[in-house]
């Protein structure tokens, strides 16, 4: 059976961001916000010479949707970077993958989306991975955890956006406009908090640009490439290969009920996806 073009880029994808965020916990000793600065230094440049040398109009259409976008996802990025580097790596990357959640809400006031019932089941049954996850207290990991939703809050939102102008913006340039965003937003915080880089620091941060730029592009390409269900399904695999890599690079051991958490928040969001899929075709 023959794999969608759209899910085939996903996956590539999602093994891409795995090992950025791998890189990301390599670099716990830098603070979030600059890792991305460089992160999104790079691929400015990366990005806009191939839209230069495709001769791809850089501006877009929607050019007041496209910086929207590019500072809340600055924001999502941002803050899941930030609870990267302070819980393990599987548990950061599932509060990130609760977006469709924070999507499918937005969606009731964006785009007129109603919510069912069972769906709000399904978001009950993520919210109790949740607090597997976190436990019934309040801790120091807990600001983490609610960071990592933060975070995933404005990757609904920058998905949402996405839905708007898929049919009239280039993958290109929608990713351009992600990164012309995020380096001055993330470049005036260095100008106060800078960390100096040794070597081994500015190779990791080179090959996490690298790796950054192809990811966004794909996912991007993805969703465009539709149908969204499956595609979003698809993601997801990115969990599997943050446990793999967590196991192997990280020696980080997760309990029982963490990972009975990461597969309920996992089962929400997947039958959430589904959920929409059935209901608008």
Request: proline share 4%; net charge positive.
């Amino acid at each position: 059976m023959r794999i969608p073009r759209g899910s085939q880029f996903m996956m590539l994808s999602a093994f891409l961001t795995a090992l950025i965020s791998l890189g990301v916990k390599r670099l716990s000793h830098i603070p979030a916000v600059e890792v991305l600065f460089f992160n999104a230094l790079g691929a400015l440049v990366v990005s806009f010479t191939t839209l230069r040398y495709r001769q791809i109009p850089i501006w877009g259409q929607n050019r007041g949707l496209l910086f929207t976008r590019g500072i809340v996802g600055t924001l999502g990025v941002a803050l899941y970077f930030f609870t990267l580097q302070h819980i393990s790596l599987p548990s950061a990357m599932t509060l990130h993958y609760t977006a469709p959640i924070f999507a499918a809400l937005i969606g009731i006031v964006m785009v007129q989306e109603p919510v069912r019932l069972q769906q709000w089941l399904f978001f009950a049954l993520s919210f109790a991975g949740i607090i597997l996850i976190n436990g019934f207290s309040l801790t120091e990991a807990s600001w983490y955890v609610f960071s990592g939703l933060a975070g995933a809050f404005f990757r609904g939102l920058s998905n949402s956006i996405v839905r708007k102008i898929e049919h009239t913006e280039h993958p290109l340039v929608v990713t351009f406009y992600s990164y012309l965003a995020t380096v001055p937003l993330t470049g005036a915080y260095l100008l106060y908090n800078f960390v100096r880089l040794q070597i081994q620091d500015w190779m990791l941060l080179g090959i996490i640009s690298a790796l950054g730029y192809i990811a966004h592009y794909y996912t991007v390409k993805a969703y465009q490439l539709g149908p969204v269900a499956p595609v979003a399904a698809t993601a997801y695999i990115a969990v599997i290969y943050a446990l793999l890599l967590s196991y192997l690079f990280l020696d980080e051991t997760l309990s029982a009920s963490t990972l009975l958490g990461v597969g309920l928040i996992l089962l929400g969001v997947l039958r959430n996806v589904f959920s929409r899929h059935k209901k608008t075709s």
